[in-house]
C-alpha cells in the first residue's frame, strides 16, 4: 500500500491467493503459547503509530503542560517574591545585643559588688584582710600563663584581623567566664555563618562588605575586653607583694537600694535581650525564606527547554493513553485482521491538482478529483470484464469519507463511458447531496413513498468533459429504521434501476448511533476505513453487521488522508 493509493489485492487478483495462504498461516500460529507475546509488541507499535498521527493533540497537550510548568517553575516564584518584599518593612534594623549584654555585664557587677559588701557589713567586726601572705607559686604561675597566652593571641589578632583569629582570641582561658567576651564570640560567629551564606563572591556584594566591617568592629571590641584582662593579669601579679588593707564596714541601708536597683536593671536588661533574639531569629527566617523563593536553579533558556521536553513526554504519553483506551485502526493488516477481508487500494495524499479551467471543470464538485489514480486503480478492482459495476455498496463509519468515495468511485466509472447511478441512503447527514453539491430532496425516501418517480428526483452532476453522473439523494430527513422498513420496495427499485445504469453505487454510511441500513445489505459490501480515525470497536461492530445479514465484503478500502471537508456550492 502506497501514499498515492496503489493497489493491494483484488477478489481475482494472484495476491488474494497468497493473503489467503497468509491468514490461513496466521490462524496456525495464533493457536500456538507464544502468539500472544508476538502480538503484544505488534499491538503497542500500532497504537504508537496512531499517536505520531495526530501531532496536533500531542502539540495542544503539551502546550498545556508547558505553560503550566512555566508559571509554575518561574512566574509563580517571581509573584510571592515580590509579595514577600511588599510585606517585609521598608527599613529593617537588627538590635544591637552587645549594648544590651554590657548592661547585663555592669549590673551583674554592680549586684555582685553589693552583695559582697552587704555580707561584709553583716559581721560584728571589722574583718582584716591580708594581702601579705606568702605568694602561692602554682597561683602566681597561672597568671603568668594566661597573661603569655592572651598576650600571644592579642598580637595575632592585630596582626591578621579575621574571624578565625578573633575566634582565638575569645576563647583563650583568660576570657572565660567574661559574659561579655562570650556575647561578642557569639556575633563573631552568627556575623561570619550569615557570611558564608553568601558562598564565594564574584563582585563587590555590598551586603557582604557591610557583614565583613561588622566582624572586624566587633573584633576590635573583643580586643579591648583582652586588653582590659591582661592588664587585671598584670595587676594582679603585681598586687601580690602589698601590704595588709582594711575594709571598713558600709552604711548598708544604701548598699540595700543600690542592690535593689541593680536587680531590676538585671532583669530589665534580660528580658530586652530575650525580645532582640527573637526579632533577629525572626528577621533570619525572613531573609532566608526571601533567599529560597528568589533562588532559580536553573537559567531561562534550560527551564524552557525542560518545560518543552516534558510537555511533549506528557502530550505523547496522555494520547498514547487515550489511544489504548478507544484504540483506531493502525494499518491495513489490522483491519484485514478485523473484517476478515483483503485490502484492496489506499486513498493516500491528496494529489497535486491541475488548475482547473474549463468550464465542465469548474462545474464539478471540488471534492471530485480529476487527477488521483487512486479511484482509477480502485475501480479496475472492482469492476466486471466489461467494465460494469452491476451493485456495490460503500459502508463505512464516517459519512462524509463514504460519500468522497462514492462521488469518486461514480466519476471513475463515467470516464470510462459508463451509465452511473449513486444512490445515497444517508437519511441523517445527507452527505452524498453535501459532496455532489445536489438538494436534498426529493430523494430516496419520496421515491419510496410514492410522493415523486424515482426518474424526477435523479440529479446530473458534471464530472468531466461530456461526462456525468446521476445522484439519487436520500430525501427527507429521517431515522433509519424507516428506510429499513421499505427494503422490499428498495429491492424492487434496485432491480428496476440496474436495467437502466451499467454501475449502481449506494453511498451507505453508519447512522449518528452506530447502526447500518438494510438497504446496504442488499448488494456486495466495500468497506471504507479511516486510518488512525476509524475505531477499532466500529470496524468490529460494522463487520459483524455485515455478516450477521448475510452480505458478502468484497474488500476494505484505507483511507489515509485527513478529513475531507464539504464545501457548499
Keep these: 500500500m502506497s501514499e498515492s493509493g496503489n493497489v493491494i489485492g483484488g477478489p481475482e487478483h494472484p495476491v488474494t491467493a497468497m493473503q489467503s495462504e497468509d491468514a490461513d498461516t496466521e490462524a496456525l500460529v495464533s493457536s500456538s503459547p507464544i502468539a500472544s507475546t508476538v502480538r503484544a509488541p505488534t499491538w503497542i507499535r500500532r497504537r504508537a503509530r496512531n499517536v505520531y498521527r495526530r501531532p496536533l493533540l500531542v502539540s495542544v497537550v503539551g502546550l498545556a503542560v508547558f505553560i503550566v510548568v512555566l508559571v509554575s517553575t518561574v512566574v509563580a516564584p517571581l509573584e510571592e517574591r515580590r509579595a514577600v518584599r511588599a510585606a517585609l518593612p521598608p527599613m529593617r534594623t537588627r538590635p544591637d545585643t552587645t549594648a544590651i549584654l554590657e548592661h547585663i555585664r555592669m549590673a551583674g557587677v554592680v549586684l555582685r559588688t553589693t552583695d559582697s559588701s552587704l555580707h561584709a557589713g553583716r559581721e560584728p567586726a571589722t574583718r582584716a584582710v591580708s594581702d601579705s601572705a606568702p605568694l602561692d607559686n602554682s597561683r602566681r604561675d597561672s597568671l603568668a600563663a594566661d597573661l603569655t597566652g592572651l598576650t600571644t593571641l592579642l598580637r595575632r589578632a592585630h596582626d591578621a584581623p579575621l574571624a578565625a583569629s578573633y575566634r582565638a582570641l575569645g576563647s583563650a582561658t583568660a576570657l572565660k567566664g567574661d559574659r561579655r567576651a562570650v556575647a561578642l ?82 532583669g530589665s536588661a534580660r528580658r530586652w535581650l530575650v525580645h532582640a533574639r527573637d526579632v533577629d531569629h525572626d528577621m533570619d527566617a525572613a531573609d532566608a525564606r526571601a533567599r529560597s523563593v528568589a533562588a532559580i536553579g536553573a537559567s531561562a533558556p534550560a527551564i524552557i527547554a525542560a518545560a518543552a521536553a516534558l510537555g511533549l513526554v506528557v502530550g505523547f504519553a496522555v494520547v498514547l493513553a487515550f489511544e489504548v483506551r478507544k484504540p483506531r485502526v493502525s494499518d491495513a493488516d489490522e483491519a484485514e485482521s478485523i473484517a476478515g477481508a483483503s485490502a484492496l487500494a489506499a486513498i493516500g495524499v491528496t494529489p497535486a491538482a491541475p488548475v482547473r479551467r474549463r468550464r465542465a471543470d469548474l462545474e464539478m464538485p471540488p471534492l471530485v478529483e480529476l487527477a488521483s489514480d487512486a479511484y482509477r486503480l480502485l475501480f479496475a478492482q472492482l469492476a466486471d470484464r466489461s467494465d460494469n459495476l452491476p451493485l456495490l455498496s460503500l459502508v463505512g ?67 468531466d468533459r461530456d461526462r456525468t453522473i446521476d445522484v439519487l439523494p436520500s430525501g427527507a430527513f429521517g431515522a433509519h429504521d424507516a428506510l429499513d422498513a421499505m427494503t422490499a420496495d428498495v429491492m424492487q427499485l434496485l432491480e428496476h434501476v440496474r436495467r437502466r445504469y451499467d454501475c449502481v453505487l449506494l453511498s451507505a454510511p453508519l447512522s449518528s448511533a452506530g447502526a447500518m441500513s438494510a438497504t446496504a445489505t442488499l448488494a456486495s459490501l466495500v468497506v471504507v476505513v479511516r486510518i488512525a480515525r476509524t475505531p477499532v470497536r466500529a470496524l468490529e461492530e460494522l463487520t459483524g453487521l455485515i455478516r450477521g445479514r448475510g452480505a458478502r465484503i468484497r474488500g476494505i478500502l484505507m483511507w489515509s488522508r485527513g478529513e475531507p471537508i464539504a464545501v457548499s456550492a
Excluded: C
Aim: charged content about 20%.
Design 185 to 266: 564570640l557569639d556575633t563573631i560567629a552568627r556575623i561570619d555563618s550569615s557570611r558564608a551564606a553568601f558562598g564565594a563572591p564574584r563582585g563587590v556584594d555590598p551586603i557582604f562588605v557591610a557583614l565583613t566591617t561588622r566582624l572586624t568592629q566587633i573584633g576590635k571590641q573583643l580586643e579591648q575586653e583582652a586588653e582590659g584582662k591582661r592588664s587585671v593579669l598584670a595587676a594582679a601579679i603585681t598586687r601580690m607583694g602589698l601590704g595588709p588593707a582594711a575594709v571598713s564596714l558600709a552604711d548598708t541601708a544604701v548598699l540595700m537600694r543600690t542592690r535593689d536597683s541593680a536587680a531590676a536593671a538585671l
Design 397 to 463: 463509519d464516517d459519512a462524509l469519507t463514504t460519500a468522497v468515495v462514492a462521488a469518486n468511485l461514480a466519476a471513475v466509472a463515467a470516464r470510462h463511458v459508463r451509465t452511473v447511478l449513486v444512490i445515497d441512503t444517508d437519511v441523517e447527514r445527507q452527505s452524498l447531496s453535501s459532496v455532489t453539491h445536489v438538494r436534498g430532496t426529493p430523494g430516496l425516501v419520496d421515491v419510496l413513498a410514492g410522493r415523486v418517480e424515482w426518474a424526477a428526483a435523479v440529479r446530473s452532476v458534471v464530472v
